[in-house]
C-alpha cells in the first residue's frame, strides 16, 4: 500500500512537471520568437513556435492513422453477444421528423435482446406527440408508458410523499419489466433525464448506450461498440462516428460535417490510440453499467464553482471514466447520423456551451492525468493554450504597422487549413474534405472569440441551443465576435494610417499584389467548387428518403 502511494506520488510529480515544462516550453518559443530561417525584409520565416505546431500535426495524424489500422484489425476478433445491453435515449422538444427516424433506426439494431428507455424532458400535453410517436414507430402492443409527475430529484405538483415514493417504485418495475419503455417526466434538463435511465436500469445490464433524440443510428453500432469494451476490460467507455444528418440544409451545416469527421477520425483517433479519448459523444456512446453505477451520484450532483452543473454532461460522463483510471476509446466503425444547427446564431450558441464544459472538464481532467498515457497531459497543454496563443498572434500582427503582416497571417491560417485538409481527404478517400479549410475562417472570426465570452461566463448556464421543435434565437452570441472584430478592425485602420505615413518601397507593393491575388484567387477556386459540388449535391439529395447515406 506504501508503495503504491509512492508511486502514484511519483505518477503525479512527473505528469506535472512534464505539462508544466511543455506549457513554459511552448510560451519561451512563441515569446523568443526564435526563427530557423527568414526571408530579406522578413516576407517570411519559419520559427521554433510553427515547428513545434507541425510537428505536433504530423504525430497527431500518425497515430490516428495507426489507431484506424488497429480498428480495422478487430475485425478478426471473433466474440459472442450474450451480454445484455440497454439504450437509454434523451428527448426534449424533438422535431418530429428527427424522432421518428432515430426510432425506426433503433429497431432496426442488430444487437440481439436490446432494451430501449426513452425518457423525455417535459409532462406537459406539448410534449406528448414523443411518447405517441414512440408508441406509434415501436409498436403500442409492445411498449410500456408512463407519465410522470416528478423525476428522482423534484417531486411533482399534487405528489404526496407516499405517492412519490411509489411513482419512483413503478418506474423502476416498468423499466426493468418491459423491452421497450417511455417515461415523461418533469423537466430537469438532460442530465436529470439520463440520470433516469440510468437510475430506473440499476445494475440489470452489462452494457448502456446512449443516444439523442436526433440520431440515426447505424444497425452494427451497437455491436461495433461492444466489441471494443470486450476486447479489453479495461476500457470503461467508447465512442462512434458521429456524422450530420442534414449536412445538405445551410453552409454551416456543411462545414460542420467536415469539421465532425475531422475532429473523430483524426483528433480522437489519435486520443483513442493511447486510450483516453476526453469526450463520449452524447448521440453514440457506450459504458460499462457496473462502472457507469460506481460514480452515478457523483455525475449527476456535479457543481462547479458553487453552481449544479446542466451542461457538459457527456464529456463529465467520460472524464469519470477517465478518473477511475479506465480507458476511453473510439471506433469509426460503429457509425450515426445526427442533426446539427442550420443557422449560424444557433452554432454559434451550441459551441459556446460546448467551450464552457471543455473549460470546465479541462480543470477536473487535469486532476487524473497521472492515471493515463503522457500523450493526455500532452494534448491537453496543446490544445488548452492554443487559442491564447492565437489570438495574441492575431492581435500582434494587425497592430504592427505593416500591411502584409495581415496578408501573411491570413495567408498562413488558409495554407495550414488546406494542408489538414489534404491530408483528411487522403484519409478519407474524398476530395470534399479540401472544404475542411473552409471551416478556418468560422474558427477565427467566430468560434476564437465564442472560447474567450466562454471562459469569461463559465459559471453562467442560462442560455445555449434549444430544443429542435421550437427553436430560440438568442444573440447572446454576437457580443464576443461584435467585440473581436472591433478590435482586429481598429488594428486594421492603425496599420493603414502607418502604412500611409511613410514612404511604400515598390517591392512591399509587388508583394501585397501577389499576396492578394493568390488569397483572392483560393477563395475564387473554393467558392466555385462549393457551388458546383456540393450546392448541386445538396438540391439532388434534399427530398431523398435515406436510412444510413454515411457519405458526403
Known sequence: MQWERVL?????????????????GISTAYIMGYQ??????HHLSFGLYGAILVVHLLIQSL????????????????????????????????????????????????YPGIRVVMVIDGNNQDDLYMMDIF??????????????????????????????????????SLVLANKWVCIMQKWGGKREVMYTAFKALGRSVHYVQVCDSDTMLDPACSVEMVKVLEEDPMVGGVGGDVQI???????????????????????????SYFGCVQC???PLGMYRNGLLHDFLEAWYHQTFMGSHCSFGDDRHLTNRVLSLGYATKYTARSKCLTETPITYLRWLNQQTRWSKSYFREWLYNALWFHKHHLW???????????????????????????????????????AVALVKATFASCLRGNV?????????????????????FAIATINKAGWGTSGRKTVVTNFVGLVPITVWFSVLLVGFLYTLVQQTRKPFPEWEKVVLIIGAIVYASYWVMLLTLYTVLINKCGQRRKDQQYDMVLDV
Request: charged residues 15%; proline residues 2%.
Open 36 to 41: 530557423f530561417f527568414s526571408t530579406s525584409h
Open 63 to 110: 497515430f490516428a492513422l495507426l489507431e484506424h489500422r488497429n480498428m480495422r484489425r478487430s475485425l478478426e476478433t471473433p466474440i459472442k453477444l450474450t451480454k445484455t445491453l440497454a439504450l437509454c435515449i434523451a428527448a426534449y422538444q424533438e422535431d418530429p421528423n428527427y424522432l421518428r427516424k432515430c426510432l425506426v433506426s433503433v429497431k432496426r439494431l442488430t
Open 376 to 414: 493526455m497531459t500532452y494534448e491537453a497543454v496543446i490544445t488548452g493554450f492554443f487559442p491564447f496563443f492565437l489570438i495574441a498572434t492575431a492581435i500582434q500582427l494587425f497592430y504592427q504597422g505593416r500591411l502584409w503582416n495581415i496578408l501573411l497571417f491570413l495567408l498562413i491560417v488558409q
Open 280 to 282: 463520449i459523444s452524447g
Open 432 to 452: 470534399v474534405m479540401v472544404f475542411m479549410s473552409f471551416y478556418s475562417v468560422l474558427y477565427m472570426s467566430s468560434l476564437l472569440p465564442a472560447k474567450m
Open 8 to 24: 502514484t506520488f511519483l505518477r503525479v510529480l512527473g505528469t506535472t512537471l512534464f505539462g508544466v515544462s511543455l506549457l513554459v
Open 135 to 172: 408508441t406509434e414507430v415501436m409498436g403500442r402492443d409492445k411498449v410500456a408508458t408512463y407519465v410522470w409527475k416528478s423525476n428522482y430529484h423534484h417531486v411533482g405538483e399534487g405528489e404526496t410523499e407516499d405517492s412519490y415514493r411509489a411513482s419512483v417504485a413503478h418506474v423502476s
Open 245 to 271: 444528418l442534414n449536412k445538405y440544409e445551410s453552409w454551416i451545416s456543411f462545414l460542420s460535417s467536415v469539421r465532425y469527421w475531422m475532429a473523430f477520425n483524426v483528433e480522437r483517433a489519435c486520443q
